[in-house]
T-cell receptor, first 116, second 113 residues
């Protein structure tokens, strides 16, 4: 089974702090994704990466950056946390091998971030 | 561009009765469509997906969905609800040859004993 793990289930940070959220997948997947989930809005894509050191902005990249130095690890960085970044953050991965056939994404358990 | 609209934000059913979750999609191209489920404090799990093969798709845990192009719908059903079906359900669309997904707002299912 594909396993996607996230470094923390819960985080509490102060406004202005730099925050790192880590995600690791163990299936040699090419693609990795960061989403935020807010009630009534579903999941919104922040950034995704289709290869090591490659990244593309999603729908809501403002205030975030990402890093992918190794294939299995994808980090989300909040350069200066703000209260409106309080949310659930979900990481996902997909193989990159079935794009033309509707590719399944596999999700981690999520990190619930509270910014005070 | 593609998008989905989940027509109900909350659905409440009695255990043993049918479940219907409604989803309409909009897509410029032939879409791939998914239903994901999220149990409390868990990540999302794939229930089923449609990728231009059979229009009636069977998934895990007794769920199925039917792709209706004329109605641009992909409704999710289960004949008999179980208490363990209480969760949030997301309808999701992607365009062919695109690995990005677009999520609906979600439908929360409550199952009454």
């Amino acid at each position: 089974d594909v396993k996607v793990t996230q470094s923390s289930r819960y985080l509490v940070k102060r406004t202005g702090e730099k925050v790192f959220l880590e995600c690791v997948q163990d299936m040699d997947h090419e693609n990795m994704f960061w989403y935020r989930q807010d009630p009534g809005l579903g999941l919104r894509l922040i950034y995704f990466s289709y290869d090591v050191k490659m990244k593309e902005k999603g729908d809501i990249p403002e205030g975030y950056s990402v890093s992918r130095e190794k294939k299995e690890r994808f980090s989300l960085i909040l350069e200066s946390a703000s209260t409106n970044q309080t949310s659930m953050y979900l990481c996902a991965s997909s193989s990159g091998a079935e794009t033309g056939r509707g590719e399944t994404q596999y999700f981690g358990p999520g990190t619930r971030l509270l910014v005070l | 561009a593609q998008s989905v609209t989940q027509l109900d934000s909350h659905v409440s059913v009695s255990e043993g009765t049918p479940v219907l979750l409604r989803c309409n999609y909009s897509s410029s191209y032939s879409p791939s469509l998914f239903w994901y489920v999220q149990h409390p404090n868990k990540g999302l799990q794939l229930l089923l997906k449609y990728t231009s093969a059979a229009t009636l798709v069977k998934g895990i845990n007794g769920f199925e969905a039917e792709f209706k192009k004329s109605e641009t719908s992909f409704h999710l059903t289960k004949p008999s609800a179980h208490m363990s079906d209480a969760a949030e359900y997301f309808c999701v669309v992607s365009a062919v040859n695109d690995y990005k997904l677009s999520f609906g707002a979600g439908t929360t299912v409550t199952v009454r004993a």
